[in-house]
T-cell receptor, first 112, second 114 residues
């Protein structure tokens, strides 16, 4: 049981490049979400999903796209990276209407 | 809209002394409240939660938290601090009426001095 996994662990992009951050969970959780962590700002919700085929925006969705084709996977796409997207990104999952979210180890992204 | 405030950026405590990390919240409905801990270069680990029932909640590593509805607070406590408790602590809230994600506070650095 791997829990929540994220790849890559670290990535450097140039402004304007695109990339996808991968997130997968093997706990059959229906609820998945993406957060970004910036110094002094805590974690802010980017997008979330309550099940396959259903996604919604969080607090800071601009510049990010998501899709949920399976229960297990919830990729986060940056279509045109900007320096303001330099951050640490965490994926989390939980059973729907359950309360405890389980977090992945994070992806550190640097946009030059 | 839901929100969380952690008024202290940093808390310093001597090893063996009791510690308190403060958290206040705001939600429209009834709150689900959480504490998470983050060690350097690691993800967040769940410590404890309040959903309903007893106002005093016990969690991992000897931590506990007290839910106070009138003061809208959920302070994290431990009777005797360890150097290994030094980390970044986040309080989070979720409104029980919706499927929205957690709203986190900005975090409090807890430093336990030997």
């Amino acid at each position: 049981n791997a829990g929540v996994t994220q790849t890559p662990k670290f990535q450097v992009l140039k402004t304007g490049q695109s990339m996808t951050l991968q997130c997968a969970q093997d706990m059959n959780h229906e609820y998945m979400s993406w957060y970004r962590q910036d110094p002094g700002m805590g974690l802010r919700l980017i997008h979330y999903s309550v099940g396959a085929g259903i996604t919604d925006q969080g607090e800071v969705p601009n510049g990010y796209n998501v899709s949920r084709s399976t229960t297990e996977d919830f990729p986060l796409r940056l279509l045109s990276a900007a320096p303001s997207q330099t951050s640490v990104y965490f994926c989390a999952s939980s059973r729907l209407f359950s309360e405890t979210q389980y977090f992945g180890p994070g992806t550190r992204l640097l946009v030059l | 809209a839901q929100s969380v405030a952690q008024p202290e950026d940093q808390v310093n405590v001597a090893e063996g002394n009791p510690l308190t990390v403060k958290c206040t919240y705001s939600v429209s409905g009834n709150p689900y409240l959480f504490w998470y801990v983050q060690y350097p270069n690691r993800g967040l680990q769940f410590l404890l939660k309040y959903i309903t029932g007893d106002n005093l909640v016990k969690g991992s590593y000897g931590f506990e938290a007290e839910f106070n509805k009138s003061q809208t607070s959920f302070h994290l406590k431990k009777p005797s601090a360890l150097v290994s408790d030094s980390a970044l602590y986040f309080c989070a809230v979720r409104d029980n009426r919706g499927a929205d994600g957690l709203t986190f506070g900005k975090g409090t650095h807890l430093i336990i001095q030997p």
